[in-house]
């Protein structure tokens, strides 16, 4: 049946405007809607629990209305992202932050997220007549790129030998994948394969070490805001902080089911991702620390790790950090006791 003319006409302006609202509403949503940043997320263990954050819906639970998580490989890629996409929250190596800092950087670490380098494996060929951390007297050991943090343990993994620092050869292989096939060809005779490589590749090859068997707690990766948004975007920072905590707590009490999330938002076969999740959830370093941590603070292995990157340049001096951690956006029960 055909509408008489002025009821299409009030219909038609109707159908306008409810679409304009429409528009208007989408435009707000968008306009509150952000990413954040985390360094190798989809790659490293490191960001795992924002996998599930995302796909639980913690994030929106709690006030932060996250549509997607950049990634990037390195510490100061990831910070350059922040300063100039006006990323208000990011994830990112503690000594990467404070050599930004020193170079004028308006930062703040306002939460301690990966408590450990559990998720180190430094692995050699089933047939290989290394043995035992002792035998890496003159071996050739991988790591990624000067002055990384996988360079930096390298020479831990063999003072845990007994070695001193230039006791073994140390072999620059440009990321973990080109280690494993370094490894493959001879050219190296230990790796460093990280979770979830790890866990990928694990029948193939044999662990040698591990990071929880050997090292101390060496912090590993902060969570970082920008001054601007300390002072401008608490509420948002605290949602970031506790939607994150969710997360690690679901993995922990729930493993397998976490591991099936991150395969999806990692690209890898559920059984590796599962794999990868419980051997991290129950690592814990010789220091008795987790791998994931709430995101209290661990001075002690903040400080730690800048001791490790010193052996390679990475950084000099001593840090203050009371100068740099901002702990009002923690929870109540995570912040330190006064």
Request: hydrophobic fraction near 40%; proline fraction near 5%.
């Amino acid at each position: 049946m055909e509408e008489e003319p002025g009821r299409v006409a009030v219909h038609s302006i109707f159908v306008r405007s409810a679409a304009c609202l429409a528009t208007l509403v989408a435009l707000g949503a968008a306009a509150v809607a952000e990413e954040i940043e985390v360094g190798n997320y989809g790659i490293a263990a490191n960001g795992m629990p924002y996998a599930v954050a995302m796909e639980k819906g913690y994030f929106k639970e709690e006030g932060a209305d996250i549509t997607g998580i950049l990634s990037s490989q390195g510490g100061g890629t990831s910070m350059r992202n922040m300063i100039a996409g006006g990323v208000a929250y990011g994830e990112i190596n503690p000594t990467a932050v404070v050599v930004a800092i020193r170079q004028g950087a308006d930062l703040k670490i306002i939460s301690d997220n990966v408590l450990t380098v559990a998720e180190f494996i430094w692995a050699t060929k089933p047939d290989s007549p290394i043995k035992s951390l002792k035998d890496l007297a003159g071996k050739k050991i991988g790591y990624t790129n000067p002055k990384s943090t996988s360079q930096a343990l390298a020479i831990l993994v063999a003072q845990a030998g007994g070695l001193k620092p230039d006791g073994a050869e140390y072999v620059k292989a440009g990321g973990f994948g080109e280690g494993v096939v370094a490894l493959d060809l001879g050219s190296l005779d230990v790796a460093p394969i990280p979770e979830p490589l790890w866990s990928k590749y694990k029948t193939k090859y044999r662990a040698l070490a591990t990071a929880s068997e050997i090292l101390p707690a060496l912090d590993n990766v902060v969570g970082v805001t920008t001054g601007k948004a300390a002072e401008s975007r608490g509420d948002f920072l605290r949602a970031i902080l506790r939607a994150r905590r969710k997360a690690v707590d679901y993995m922990y009490a729930h493993p397998d089911e976490a591991g099936t999330i991150i395969a999806k938002a990692y690209n890898l076969e559920p059984e590796v991702a599962q794999s990868a999740v419980r051997n991290l959830t129950s690592a814990r370093a010789k220091t008795g620390e987790p791998y994931w941590g709430p995101g209290d603070f661990h001075v002690e292995g903040m400080n730690r790790m800048i001791e490790a990157q010193k052996l390679v340049g990475a950084i000099s001096g001593d840090v203050d950090w009371s100068k740099i951690i901002d702990t009002r956006f923690l929870p109540d029960d995570l912040k330190p006791k006064q």
